[in-house]
T-cell receptor, first 116, second 114 residues
Framework: EAGVAQSPRYKIIEKRQSVAFWCNPI?????LYWYQQILGQGPKLLIQ????????DSQLPKDRFSAERLKGVDSTLKIQPAKLEDSAVYLC??????????????FGPGTRLTVL | AQSVTQLGSHVSVSEGALVLLRCNYS??????LFWYVQYPNQGLQLLLK??????LVKGINGFEAEFKKSETSFHLTKPSAHMSDAAEYFC????????????FGSGTRLQVQP
């Protein structure tokens, strides 16, 4: 079974530029998450999708961050314009979300963003 | 609301020694609790999870954790450390059914000395 795919793996941009990250979840997984992991901290949820609908985006800085999951499969996270404090690893995860029991979240390798 | 506190950002043990990584949680509802491991430049891998069944949970690579409601703790242990255990470990909590997003602790970096 293929895992969660993310690209690019690394990105370096200057502040005020825009950047986009792509995530392809495990086939059949209805729920997709984007987490931001700043160096020395644990991952923090940015946005959660159930199929192509947003479940939780309460911690997404909507003035500069946007995300979409067209057709309920892959997803794109965009930052425009980037700030220095956006330097982090952006992790994508997916889970089955079948029934009431907890379904394991599977994480991709992440995209490491450096904003200069 | 849920939160997780991991005591000790760095833990160093000798190879063959006991590994103990501490995690305390706060949750307004019965929680689901998890331990993840992260190797350099890789994503997170689930070690084990507690989802209201047995309070002693066994995971991969010889790790286990015990859910103690009275202490609001979910400490991770391994009887004998191996060099390959060196990594970053994250404790996480979820409110269970419904919203499934994880709230992570700040992580503990485990070093294993030869």
């Amino acid at each position: 079974e293929a895992g969660v795919a993310q690209s690019p793996r690394y990105k370096i941009i200057e502040k005020r530029q825009s950047v986009a990250f792509w995530c392809n979840p495990i086939s059949g997984h209805a729920t997709l998450y984007w987490y931001q992991q700043i160096l020395g901290q644990g991952p923090k949820l940015l946005i959660q999708f159930q199929n192509n609908g947003v479940v939780d985006d309460s911690q997404l800085p909507k003035d500069r961050f946007s995300a979409e999951r067209l057709k309920g499969v892959d997803s794109t996270l965009k930052i425009q314009p980037a700030k220095l404090e956006d330097s982090a690893v952006y992790l994508c995860a997916s889970s089955l979300e079948a029934g009431a029991s907890y379904n394991e979240q599977f994480f991709g390798p992440g995209t490491r963003l450096t904003v200069l | 609301a849920q939160s997780v506190t991991q005591l000790g950002s760095h833990v160093s043990v000798s190879e063959g020694a006991l590994v103990l990584l501490r995690c305390n949680y706060s949750s307004s509802v019965p929680p689901y609790l998890f331990w993840y491991v992260q190797y350099p430049n890789q994503g997170l891998q689930l070690l084990l999870k507690y989802t209201s069944a047995a309070t002693l949970v066994k995971g991969i690579n010889g790790f286990e954790a015990e859910f103690k409601k009275s202490e609001t703790s979910f400490h991770l242990t391994k009887p004998s450390a191996h060099m390959s255990d060196a990594a970053e470990y994250f404790c996480a909590v979820s409110p269970g059914a419904g919203r499934r997003a994880l709230t992570f602790g700040s992580g503990t970096r485990l070093q294993v000395q030869p």
